[in-house]
Each structure stands twice: as C-alpha cells, then as structure tokens.
C-alpha cells in the first residue's frame, strides 16, 4: 500500500520517478498509437505517461518505445538451459515474461521436478508464469516415471505464478469424453486451459472447444486456424524451431486482424534462439511477411498477457509492469535497451543444482542384442519422416533380413528406432524402423524425448545404437552421435536428462557439433535431434514409437511392426 | 462432467441437441462475420455451430441470430422495480446479463440488503452479476444508514456472481492516496474494480489508473474518452436516462474501433427503458449514428463480457451460454424471439417481501419550521441545475429575505432544496437553494437520493415541502408531487424506499404521473426526480447538497450557504 501511495504521488507528478523514458515514441497497446510523452516508473511499475521528472533519465530520442515481449506458451525444457540461462538469453532480445508448460520436467521427475522449475525460476528478472502440465502422460502409450495426478494438478495450481491448465494434449480422450480428461477440465483453478488439437477440425474442433479450452496452437493452415477463431479459441501462431507456423497463418492477419491472436515459440532449441532471435525474431519475420508492426507487437505483448489474464503485463500504461523494450527500428526488432520492472537486465546467480535432479537416466546395461528384430520377412510399419515437421508418415518398407532378423538399410533410407524405458530401470524397449532420414552410418541418441524422455535412440547398426545408449547413461543424459565405437559429439544434459548445466555458449557449440556429427552420418534435415525427440511423442499423427511399441497415433492404438 | 459428456456428444453428433437453432445469419464475434450454420444447444450451452439435428428446431430464415446482450454497468435500484420485475422487462429487449452495482440498497440496509438483492436474484433466468459497492458512503459528506467496511467487501466478493470492486466513486480519494481507499483495492477479491472518474484528466487520471482500476463511464467528451483508452481502461459508454453519453462518444469507436468499449445504463427509470428499450436501444441508437452493426452488437455483448471476466457469455460458440437473441433487421434490435441458456423466456415467481426491507424510513415528524433559513441577507451559494445531466453548476444568487429567513423565489428561478437524514431518524437537515428547475409553486420530494438515500426535498414554500416530507414517511419511502396540502400524484417505493412492489405497468404510469405533475408545478427538464435523486451524491461536480449541508466537489469539503 506504501507502494501504490507512492506510484500515485509519482503520476500525480508530486514526487520524481525512479526512472523517466524521455523523448520516445511510445506504443500505446490500446489505441495502437505512438504517443510522444515521458514514461515515469517507481517501483518498478509505470506511474503515468506525459510530462514527467526523475531521478534518472534514459533518453530514447529517434527510437520506439514498446511493451516487453511475451512468449505465450514454451517449454524451457526444449531450450536445454537451465532457466537462469534462458533468461540471459532471451531478456538482451526484448523477451521480459514466458508461460512455460513444464510438462516435459513432470514426466522426468513428477510433481517435484516442477516445483523444483518454479523455485528456480522465483527470483529471476525475467517473469515465467507456468501452467500445470495436464497430460503425464500425454497418453497411455507413454511411460512417465509416474503420472500426475488430479491432486497434483490442484496443488499445483494454487502457487503462485501457476495460471491454468497446460496443453490438454489428449485431444482425442477430450473429445470423446474420457471421464478422466473431463475431471481434470472440472478442477480448482482449471478455467483456464491451453489447447492442443492438430488437426481437429469441424464437429470434433466444437466439442473441444465446448469443454471451455481456450487456445490452440497447433494450426497449419488458414483454414484450421480461421476454425478455431469461430469456435472462439485463441490462435496461438506457432514459430517454433521444428514447426514453423507463421508464414502459413499470417494471412489470418490480414482477413480478421490480430484480435485474438498471440506469438509462441513452443519448442525451440537453443541455437535457434541464438540464430533467430526469440520472440522479437517473430515480430520481425511478420512484419517482414506484411503485417503491420502495430499489429505484430500486439502480438506479442498485450494479446499473450490478455489471453493469460496477466492484466498487468503487455502494455505501457499507468499501473502496469515497466516492462519495456527500446528498438532503434521497427524492422529488425533488435533491443538496444530492456528495462525489466524499471531496471536494466542484471545477472542472476547460479543456484547449485540438487543431486535428485542430475541422477535421472535408469536405463538396464544393453548390447546389440537387445536391439535385434527378429524377422521371417515381409513388410513393416516405418516411421516416415517429414523435414522439420513434428508429424510423421505412416509408412510400409520392406526390411533387410539378415541372419534372421530384419536390419537398418541405407540403400532403402531405412534405419532402426528404439525407444528404451529410464525412469525405473524396467528393461522396455520398442523397436521399430524410421524411412527418410538419410542416415548412412553410425547412431543418434537422446534422452529429450517427448513426453516421457525415455531414451531414443536411431542407428544403421544395433552395435553402434549400443554404444549411444552405453554413453547417454555415463553421461546423465544428453544427444550424442556414435560411429563405430567413437562418440564423434556430445552434449551432456544431466539436469532430469534434459537441459544442461553449462552456459549457453557451450550448449550452443555442442549441440552444433552434435547436429554437424549427424549431418556427417547422412542425416538430411537440419533439426536432426529435435526430429528425433518427437519420434516418441504419440499425440502427434501419424505413427510414433514409445518404449511400448509403434502407436497410430489416428486409430489411437499401439500397433505391432508387422503390417 | 455428465452434462459435459453430453455437450461433447452433441457438439460431435452422436446425440440430437436439445433446440438447434436453423437458417439464421449467426454472429460469429470472434471474426465479425455472419455464419450461415446451426447453433445446437443442450443443457443450456451451446455445443456447436454447423449442421446438426435437434429434439426441437427453431428456424431463423432470414433473421440474425447475435449474442444476448450484456449492461456492462447498472444499478438495478434506479430502475425502481424489484429485480424479478427488471427480468421481465429486459429479457424481451434481449438483455440477458447485468453487472449491477447494488450500492443504493447498500446504502439504506448495509451488507444485508446486499445479500437480500443477490439472493432474490439468484434463481432468475436474467444473469444478475454484481460488483460489492466500494464507496458506501460515497464520501465522508453522506450519511447510509452504515458504512460498509473492508470486512464486508471481502465478505461480499466472495459470494458467488460477485465479480469484483464496484465503481471506485471517491475518486479525489484514491488520487489523493487515502489509506483507507487503497487498503480496498488491495482486498482479496478486488483484482477487478470499475472505475467512476468525471472529469479527472491529465496525470490525476494516470494516478487513478496507476492504481489498477480499470474501467470508467464516466468520460462526457472524445478528448476524455480517448484519454482513459490510451490509459488502458476500458471506456464503458453510458447511455442513462440523465447521463446521455453515446453521441459524444461514439466517434471513438470510429478512430480506435470497438477494442476495449462496452456500453451501459448506468442508471435507467423504467419509463425511459419502456420508451427507448434497454441494451438494445443503445446498439440501435449507435447503428442508426453509423456505426457498423457488428461493432456495436460487440460494444453490447463481447466487451462487457470481456471485460468482467465473464468467459462463457457474449458470443456464439462451443461451450459459450446459449443466450440467443434473434433479430428481424439490424436496424431496430428488436428482438423476435430471446432463448436465455437455450430456453425461451418463462415467467417467475415473486417471492415475499421481508419486513425489514420495508420499513427504512425514519424521518422525525417536520413542519414548516424545520426549513426555515434565517437570513440576514447577502449571496448565497446556489446548486446550477444543468438538464438532463448529473453534474451542476456551482452559482451565487441573492434569495428574497422575508421575515428574516431566505426564501425560495419563482422570479428568480430560485427553489429551495433539503436533504433530511432518513436512516436513524437523527433528525439531521441540509438545507440550500437549487437555480434553473423552472419550479413555480408546490414541492416535489424523493427517498431515491444518491448514494445515501436520504429524504431529498425541493419546494417553493416550506409548508409544501414538510407536506411532501410527511407524505413519503407515511408512504415508507417514494416519490411525491405537493401542490399547497395536496398530494398530485406519487409513487410509492416501499422496498427500502428505493423500489416498488408493484407490476411495471403502475410504475411507469405513476412515475409518468410524477413528472406530468412535476410539471405542471413549472419544472422544465424531463427528468426531474432524476434530477432531485442526484442533487445530494456528493462525488459528481460541482456543488450539492446532503443531509450535512452543501458539498464543493471540487474542493471536495462541507461549504457554508453564505458565500
């Protein structure tokens, strides 16, 4: 309250700002105007806008002043960094709050992982907001160390900086009305919920969005996404470093306006970051593609915090968070100033990392052998992959037999999946072949594997898949290539087996060795672990493999390798 | 969840839907077209829009099928009815939800007449929402029967269909900073407060912003207006039977859209709702000035739905309330049929009146004397009556001096005014003179006296208006027209001596027979019991009256008669 009586003796202009942005344009969010007038923040909240004093000045002549940007739905897992790092790396590039879905910590480590997310992330400048994952596991072909449930869901939703319920992934159970996913959309604090439905169009798109789910972000064309601005679900548009969505959806712009239309970057991976920029690397990209920069950064300010009920994010206005980005241009979207509540971006120190988190990867010693398909011969399900796509084909191939057992074949584009069970130690392993890799040689591994960070791994030989796995469980987890019996790269991520607990550069540099080293064994896409982490995740069409075995993901079914 | 299951298997087809809704044009206000589909509704919501079969149809050829829509910004008591009987006016104007604001009754009966209003609306078909009367009193100068403190506004927004923090009225306050302003809006419950600013601008505007309230209806001019939009509030267009805003204001919506503005009544006499109809009136009124029928059906359901939170009302899609208003022609917004959650409209019951409801007024017996002004002579301040406006204007005249006393004087357009506290029976009178009503002989008095509801009296002789003063004690409260000893005419509002309990056909034609008999006696405005009831509400400028004598809001203090 001494807070509040002094922010309104600052706009009331009776006592100096903490801080004055002069001689800006400012970006009014609401009339999607430039003001020309003084920003005055105290306490790290804009007081008033006009004609003001303080004690420190920045002056932001011949340059934008515009609402700190809002990643409207990511996984800090997908970034590899611990979230300290993450946020060194996104603040310089204008991003000033995130709503994370920690899912992909949850399937690794429980409710435990979570909290453990949202203490490390309490004291940080950068704001993440999360929602409670809502789908561990994302189906029952998944294997979590343990599911979360209801009870877990509840509690989570009452800490503070938890704002609803994450992706509701099982979209199929949603809209056949699974008793279990309708529980979860009936629980204390559940009225808001995020979307997850691609694909899902017409009667099946209404009884999902009639359960009161409110977004989506998984359109991929015009057409899906004008279904879901009907249907009154936000249009979260997609850039992602494996789904890039917004060249396809912009035009969604133009017909409808931005109205309800928010900016999210869901899963990208560090070098991407480092390369495209964050959320500013999409304004800049839309702006680029036609849409007004107006437009654009209601986008990715005020439209995220409004579709999160974050009132106070999003803006310049009296009462608001001073959240603010200084752009010399409204072209390249490059900061050449962040203020975070009023202050320039500081560093944050490294909290040691807890001993649970780092003893995560509990996989059985394997050989070859555990790798071998035994086979009569005849045709196979095979995993057909689509270049920086997150959904497969379902193909058919004809493997190779050898001595008895059907094998990987660079002359067919046919290489060996499996995915291996590491939470506790249990010894599943599903097998299966992956068609359109262009791998000719050697072994990709991985424990990020969505959701349930098992640990995949793809290869031309069983020894060689062997030798991955052997290495990812030395390592703590991590992506690793093999050829032979030599790691040719690494990037060991012993934090739940997902991120890593080296600074940003290093993550950066190996997981480029890592890519590179797949590039050098054939592998033809350019997102080549990112491509495997998803061949595990069994809501997305058509034919995944889990430590379970091959789903079609259409039928909703496990399905045996035989076709 | 079972009736969710059965939306789920209607919205996918499985099962026929309660009422489909078919051939009509549908509102789609997420994308501001026209969709040429069913609605199916079951179990009150809609479950989806397409092509569906129905246990019973409704065919809309050729007619518009829109949300129901929504006051953003009400006091049921200005309507003078019982709250069922409001229903039965308004939901055939297709009005299906209020945000009420029942400060008036709190301030006759406290707390208990809050929780009286919220029950007796409970089980209506009309959606009654409230926001818990912040400002009761208004300010220090008016005397309810109690004030209402911080415990009984947490208490309040707790009930269900309390939404937040009514209109923040002590606005010098909250700029000021009073402690006692602040600790409510940082009370569990007041995330959401509207706001009530007239003619705050500049930076006392940012401060008051600067505290989170978000909204105001009281903008008169587009330089106003435009200035609470750039301030991030939303603009409510109010559109009262005295406060007549939507001309002024409209040419907002033209330079900055409809984003962020929402129409409301405010305060509406039932003859005016009968004449120029509800919510719908002011969406014809806004079309006929040429704004597009799309954007102000959203100013009239969306927005105000948006703005309080109120997720599943004001559009037309899955999961939303079915409240369908079904319209000939985009031009008179009279609707032909109106489903409230998918039913057509049925009629309620009129549940009892407790006894403590009717009897609150508690005047100790006056006589002529008690109105007597001694005088020596000189200026007197005198309340400048503006028509049809809630604001005055702050005059001196010179009253006529007879026997030493002040007296009212026809020649001069002179009257006199007093508020007598009616609650405790304290026995306490504010008197002072109003210019400009036209008055030429008898009195008129009130019970219906902003925000306190104190006995508010306007006379041209001090005989009439203890004649008058008399008469509404016997009545327990309403509003009377005197002429010499003779009653012209009146209206009884025994319900806390604010409402009637009579059907709506007898109010109207006594509240009609009141201001023909009003003026007869020389009054020149239309409204004038409007008029009186808001010459004692001290937070309006810029002079009035309560029961402790004469207000300066401006300077917002007590100001003696002699200037």
Request: hydrophobic letters at 45%.
């Amino acid at each position: 309250m001494e807070r509040l009586a002094r922010r309104l003796a600052v706009a009331r202009g009776d006592e100096a700002a903490d801080v004055v942005v002069r001689n800006g344009r400012v970006f009014s969010a609401f009339t999607r105007e430039w003001l020309d007038v003084d920003v005055a923040i105290v306490d790290g909240a804009i007081a008033g806008l006009g004609d003001y004093t303080g004690r420190e000045t920045i002056d932001a002549a011949g340059r934008f002043v515009v609402p700190g940007f809002i990643d409207a739905h990511m996984h800090l897992e997908s970034v590899k960094l611990l979230v300290e790092e993450f946020a060194r790396l996104v603040l310089p590039l204008g991003t000033t709050a995130v709503v994370a879905d920690p899912h992909e910590i949850a399937n690794v480590l429980g409710v435990d992982g979570v909290h453990w997310l949202l203490d490390a992330s309490a004291e940080l400048q950068l704001d993440v907001f999360f929602m409670a994952p809502s789908c561990v596991p994302a189906s029952p072909f998944e294997s979590p160390r343990r599911p979360l449930t209801d009870g877990d869901l509840e509690a989570l939703m009452r800490r503070r900086r938890v704002l609803g319920l994450a992706e509701m992934m099982n979209f199929p159970g949603v809209i056949g009305g699974s008793p279990a996913e309708l529980a979860k959309l009936a629980l204390d604090g559940a009225a808001h919920v995020d979307g997850h439905a691609p694909g899902v169009v017409g009667k099946a798109l209404h009884a999902y969005a009639a359960t009161g789910i409110g977004s989506d972000h998984e359109a991929l064309t015009v057409e899906e996404g004008r279904e879901r601005l009907r249907a009154g679900m936000w249009l979260l548009i997609r850039d992602a470093s494996m789904a890039r969505n917004l060249d396809d959806l912009l035009p969604l712009v133009h017909e409808f306006g931005p109205g309800r239309i928010a900016f999210c970057t869901d899963d990208r991976d560090p070098e991407d970051i480092a390369d495209r920029g964050h959320v500013n690397g999409i304004v800049r990209d839309a702006v680029a593609a036609g849409i007004s920069p107006e437009d654009a950064l209601l986008m990715a300010s005020l439209h995220p915090a409004t579709w999160h009920g974050l009132r106070r994010h999003g803006a310049i206005a009296p009462g608001y968070q001073a959240d603010l980005v200084i752009l010399p241009d409204l072209e390249r979207f490059v900061p050449d100033l962040v203020l975070k509540r009023g202050a320039p971006i500081a560093d944050t120190p490294r909290p040691p990392i807890p001993e649970w988190i780092r003893q995560t990867v509990r996989v059985r010693r394997v050989t070859a052998d555990d790798f071998r398909i035994p086979w009569a011969g005849g045709d196979a399900r095979a995993i057909g992959l689509i270049p920086d796509q997150v959904v497969t084909e379902s193909l058919v191939r004809t493997p190779r037999v050898t001595d008895g057992a059907a094998c990987a074949d660079a002359g067919l584009d046919l290489a060996k999946v499996a995915v291996l069970e590491r939470h506790l130690t249990t010894g599943r392993i599903g097998l299966g072949f992956v068609s359109g890799s262009g791998l000719r040689r050697g072994a990709l591994a991985s424990t990020v594997a969505h959701d349930a960070h098992n640990l995949v791994v793809v290869g031309m030989t069983d020894q060689e898949m062997a030798v991955a796995v052997e290495r990812l469980s030395e390592l703590g987890g991590g992506i690793v290539a093999v050829a032979g019996d030599d790691v040719l790269a690494e990037c060991p991520l012993p934090v739940a087996g997902l991120l890593s607990d080296a600074p940003l550069d290093e993550v950066i540099a190996r997981s480029r060795a890592c890519n590179e080293a797949a590039a050098s064994l054939g592998w033809s896409g350019t997102t080549p672990f990112l491509t495997l982490a998803f061949l595990p995740l069994s809501v997305i069409p058509h034919l995944k493999i889990t430590d379970r075995g091959l789903v079609d993901v259409d039928r909703f079914e496990l399905v045996p390798l035989e076709t």
